[in-house]
């Protein structure tokens, strides 16, 4: 797993930015993306930014009560999970799930990965929001496979 860069959001505009220039990245080959943080970090608001960018329609609701969400009136299908109710022996059950919405051509946006306490089968994107004050957030972006390394780098300045 390699860092590739860090961005702060001053503000969620500052956010809806760096949510931009994502969708546009993942919007033609689809991307797995884990999204870290503690409760409030913005990793529900991060997925509603690039679902926003990437055209659906519908409203992008946090899916903390029925796992999954899925959108299929953007530019690409996007799922959205939220592991949190799963919990780590619930999360085991369903890696095979998960590694399905790895393929390409789909967004799958996963919160709550680290429930996997083991690593898991694909390459990905990973990114850790970390809360600053009430309106500041620092984004880093991590890659683990070489196709997700040059996808960061395209959008890293
Ligand atoms: N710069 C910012 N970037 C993202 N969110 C921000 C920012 N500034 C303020 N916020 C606010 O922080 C809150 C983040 O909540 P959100 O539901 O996205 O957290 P979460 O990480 O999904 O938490 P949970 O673990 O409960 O699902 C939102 O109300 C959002 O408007
Ligand atoms: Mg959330």
Not at 89 to 115: C, N
Request: glycine share 6%.
């Amino acid at each position: 797993m390699e860092k590739i860069f860090t961005f702060t959001a001053n503000n969620l505009d500052d956010t809806n930015l760096i949510a931009l220039k994502f969708a546009k990245a993942v919007e033609k080959a689809g991307a797995f993306v884990c999204l870290y943080g503690d409760i409030g970090a913005g990793k529900t608001a991060f997925t509603k930014l690039v679902a926003k960018h990437l055209d659906v329609k519908e409203k992008v609701t946090s899916p903390s009560f029925v796992i999954i969400n899925e959108y299929l009136s953007g530019k690409l299908p996007v799922y959205h999970f939220d592991l949190y109710r799963l919990e780590k022996e619930g999360v085991r059950t369903i890696i095979d799930e998960l590694t399905e919405y790895s393929r390409p051509g789909v967004l799958a946006l996963v919160e709550w990965a680290e429930f996997s306490d083991f690593e898991l089968p694909f390459d990905r994107i990973e990114i850790k929001i970390e809360y600053i004050d009430e309106n500041q957030r620092k984004f880093d972006f991590y890659a683990i496979g070489e196709d997700y390394k040059k996808l960061l780098e395209g959008i890293k300045d």
